[in-house]
């Protein structure tokens, strides 16, 4: 089954959460959230949005995202019980990235169910489900929208970096973390550091 990875092409057409992109005169209808929209160009413009290709039985959708940070958050997100892709563009439309990784790891349920579409059981799970999924060393990182291997220190610091704080403060009170406790898991580590960090 050949999937869709990218789209390359003119941007022919964008609405409220869905666009059209024109690939060599075929035009391809992309469902995207509100962070995505923000970010895409005037019509007529050439653009480039990665692809997640959904497919059931009975149905075929594109799901568009300007970077890999966004459709990795997007891809953990579907594993949550009960979220399926259009519920995941809501939650990636109702709360920047940043602040979503955030509140999953602070396990801020008040603030996930802020989102319209989701209630507080669902937002339980939310955090249940992805509090450390989310940097899972063997998916893409959600942070960098990479998928090389990095070290958990790395991949902590990179984290707090993405949620607004500078490289040295969260290099320094990573380093004190994984010093007292070399096991802990990326979560728990990006946990206590913006315990420690606030």
Known sequence: MSMIA???????????????????????EVEISAQTLDKLPAAEKELKLL?????????????????????NLFERLITVKGIGPKLALTILSGLPANVLMEAIVMQDTSSLSSISGIGKKTAERMVLELKDKLFDETQPSVVTGSSQSRSKREEAVSALEAL???????GRVVNQITGKDPDASISDIVKQALAELK
């Open 51 to 71: 692809i997640y290709h959904h497919i059931t039985d009975n149905d075929q959708r594109l799901f568009g995202f300007v970077n890999g940070k966004e459709k």
């Open 6 to 28: 990218y789209l390359k092409g003119e941007l022919a057409w964008k609405g409220q959460d869905r666009c059209v992109i024109d690939v060599g005169g075929v035009g391809y």
């Open 164 to 170: 607004g704080f500078s490289k040295r403060d969260s």
